[in-house]
């Protein structure tokens, strides 16, 4: 399959306060966010030219900012209005929409606090990562484990948290896999390599409480999505052994949006009535206004 690499594109990117060619958008190789990870990010999509749950990713970018201990040196609201800016000027309406902070080149050294802080908003057309998503995907079992809460900062959305997702990953399709299922250090069920999971047990919506990995905006979104459709939900522990009880196993995030699994490391499971409500309802919602998919949540 032919490569369209992320650095030759046509488009703009909005790069520090300014809409740039995209292929002008770069940075210095001494950064202090490529050798350190001292960057944070999101990941949205915009439907029919909405972003959905525009200003909740723009607050946990702030957030995850403030975890790693510096500012973004925009306003909430600024930031909000570039995402949509660059979506404008490259001409989009369904597409992926990705901010990013970082320290940059100033100082390169672990300590780096007189660094200035930059701020990129990128956008380009994704479609579904699944093309049947009803078929269900293939989960390996990830090696890697998500790490304590003491030993990294779990609740940001760090550049750096995802190494180990992409390692597992790889190993996963490595193996024919098109992801996998990641425990904590605990030896609990945490989430996928990108994507936060569900389980069904006896009718009821199941769920690992994050307190070791990201609680999704999606992740609650669903959640919301299955209290109206009278389907209890349950945060909890759950442990692997627990697996081959589970009717259903789906994962969800911003691109996974709702996708079923049909394996886990030789696990067989058949998406069903659940999982094609919550993904029925969510395609719906995300192509909704703002304003009516707030009703619709509320209701």
Not at 204 to 229: K, Y
Request: glycine share 6%; with cysteine.
């Amino acid at each position: 399959m032919a490569l369209f690499p992320f650095d030759d594109r046509d488009g703009f990117i909005w790069f520090d306060g300014a809409l740039v060619p995209w292929r002008d958008a770069k940075l210095h190789v001494l950064s202090h966010g490529l050798h350190y990870a001292s960057a944070i990010f999101e990941g949205e999509r915009s439907y029919a030219g909405n972003i959905f749950k525009l200003t909740e990713h723009t607050e946990r970018l702030f957030n995850s900012a403030r975890l790693l201990g510096f500012e973004i040196p925009y306003t909430t609201q600024e930031i909000d209005d570039a995402c949509q800016q660059v979506l404008a000027a490259n001409g989009q309406v369904d597409a992926y929409v990705r901010p990013v902070a970082w320290r940059g080149s100033e100082m390169m050294a672990v300590a780096a606090q007189q660094s200035k802080i930059h701020v990129a908003i990128a956008t380009w057309a994704w479609p579904a990562m699944f093309a049947d998503r009803m078929a269900g995907i293939r989960l390996d079992m990830a090696t890697w484990k998500r790490p304590h809460p003491e030993t990294a900062p779990t609740a940001s959305k760090a550049a750096g948290l995802y190494m180990i997702g992409t390692l597992s990953k790889h190993a996963a399709e490595s193996k024919g896999y098109q992801d996998a299922l990641m425990l904590d250090w605990r030896g609990r069920v945490a989430e996928a390599t990108g994507a936060n999971i569900f389980f069904v047990f006896d009718g009821e919506l199941h769920t690992p409480t994050p307190d070791c990995f990201l609680d999704g905006i999606t992740r609650r979104t669903v959640m919301q999505l299955a209290r109206r459709n009278q389907i209890k939900v349950v945060e909890r522990p759950i442990m692997p052994d627990e697996l081959s009880r589970a009717a259903e196993v789906l994962i969800v995030g911003t691109g996974a949006e709702v996708t079923p699994v049909r394996e886990i490391a030789g696990q067989m499971f058949t998406p069903g009535a659940i999982t094609e409500t919550l993904l029925d309802d969510y395609e719906k919602l995300v192509r909704m206004t703002p304003e009516d998919a707030a009703k619709r949540l509320a209701a």
